[in-house]
């Protein structure tokens, strides 16, 4: 969840690690630190709170040493202090490491270390790498023999690397080699990349596409040596390799606001766009085709039941599919929190399919629930935003959501290119089963591409999305019902208006309101309802009537032309028509653009709201 940076090179480090924070901010935001090589020293800066802090604080030094590293932190192990902010130093202050991940066996290694008289100062799992790679260091330098080829800091950090328990991606430095940066990684993104005027690590290849878009995701236990002018690669077992170069094509406006007031915004009004990115070239000759998948059709047709595992907003989309699975490709599929189901025992034979949801592809538990259904001899799909990341690689076949990159901490585009990613999953399913006629697939595949025009007519005006906003602004808590599809998007709105307005948000089935939730609502009190023209309509006025009755502020998603909702709800927010299988796509936009409102009327950080990080790549 944490971002780190690293950078070697001709011109002065600090402000190069700056910019790379500030990019990678998004994955948290509890405090931030450099380390940068000066005279013969490692200077470490370090700050609660945000990136713009630190940069303040680091404009207070004179640093001119042009290799360094840097960490942006989520807070996991000891709260957020300057003490327990990256980078973290050993005893001499000689080895300074930023890590993104977890070292479980830390508290043992704590142990051991303090017993040979190693001095900790915080509380965080990673400072025990730093104190271990001292101590190896020392101990080659005193002639400790080693079967690697690697020397040096990397065979320090190759050795150390070895007694961590967990996952991580780290960088080091050593006071010692000067301008030799050192990182390694296992199940945490590495990624590095030679610029004109110098090498760069991070943990996202947002902070070095600036300097080159030709990158190398460093494998599992692999470790890469950067110095001002090379990159050299090395295996777990120090032995020299080559690795492959991906190019990222992605732009880099996507790390701008372009005029817009957040991220989240700005990644709104791009939904149109993913959704044709995402069905580009998918219909050939008139079938649907996803050759990423790498499965015949005749192995499509065997699967007998569906899994998907994600979570959040990812989970979500999932819910939605699971209507599309069931009703078009009449396959059982059951949608799983991705960390219940990697502790459950689910049935799982050669022709169940599992379908793994994220957007960043470095969820922990949706990864780790990847590893135990593929255990389970399941076939694995995965469907992320991120080209190279973990769940793209461990998944059998993956299908790329084209939202790029996604920056705002809430989930918008992303989610959407998910909706449709899915959709084209489940007509695949359908047609390698031959349960729809190819003409209805054809039909259902050109309605999802008039989505991304309807979206557009929906971002147009948004002036009954920011009324109904006002209209809730007050309140404490907040109701989201719907049936059917309605009220798995009932589900994405709710999380949606809790994550970034702090407003309390539940959503229920509306027919589940009387047995408990309709205790709630008292004069006044807000009830979003999903009334777009479904099978269930009628049955979803019936519970917004219910909830009037009892004095419910109600703001209703409906669909355009119906009168009728009007006389029920307080305010209507209209929607064009789209059939109801693809209606989340629609319905969710108008929920995402009330969260938003409600937010900044209440004056929350849109983008990075508290407690909250983009990736969660801890359990
Ligand atoms: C909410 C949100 C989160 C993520 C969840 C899973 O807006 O973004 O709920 O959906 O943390 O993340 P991914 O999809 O990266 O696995």
Known sequence: MCGIVGYTGTVPAAPVLLDGLAKLEYRGYDSAGIAVAEGGKLQVVRRRGKVAELAHTVGHFDLTGKSGIGHTRWATHGRPSEANAHPHVSCA?????????????????????????????????????????????????????????????????????????????????????????????????????????????????????????????????????????????????????????????????????????DFMLKEIHEQPRVIRDTLKGRLVAGHLEIDELDMTAEELNLIDRVYIIACGTSYHAGLIAKEQIEGWARIPTEVEVASEFRYRNPIITPTTLVVAVSQSGETADTLAAIRDARIKGARVFGITNVLGSPVARESDGVIYTKANKEIAVASTKSFLGQLVSLSLLALLLAQAKGKMRMNQIRLIFRELGDTAEQVERILADTSAIDEAARACVDATSALFVGRGMGAAIAKEGALKLKEISYLHAEAYAAGEMKHGPIALIDEGFPVIAIATQSPVYDKVISNVQEAKARGALVVAIATEGDKEIANHADHVIYIPKVRDALSAITASVPLQLLARSIAVIRGCDIDQPRNLAKSVTVE
């Open 93 to 261: 202050g000689d080895i300074a490491v930023v890590h993104n991940g977890i070292i479980e066996n830390f508290a043992d290694l704590r142990e051991e270390l303090s017993q040979r008289g190693h001095t900790f100062r915080s509380e965080t799992d990673t400072e025990v790498i730093a104190h271990l790679i001292e101590e190896t260091y020392a101990d080659l330098s005193k002639g400790a023999s080693t079967t690697s080829e690697a020397s040096g800091l990397l065979e320090a950090v190759r050795l150390a690397s070895m007694r961590l328990v967990g996952s991580y991606g780290l960088a080091v430095m050593s006071s010692k080699e000067p301008g030799v940066i050192v990182t390694t990684c296992k199940d945490m993104p590495i990624i590095v990349g030679k610029g004109s005027d110098g090498a760069y690590v991070a943990s996202d290849a947002i902070a070095v596409i600036g300097a080159t878009r030709d990158v190398v995701f460093l494998k599992d236990g692999h470790l890469a040596r950067l110095t001002c002018d090379d990159i050299a690669f090395f295996d777990g077992y120090g032995k020299s390799v080559t690795e492959e170069t991906t190019h990222i094509s992605w732009d880099m406006d996507v790390a701008e606001k372009g005029g817009y007031p």
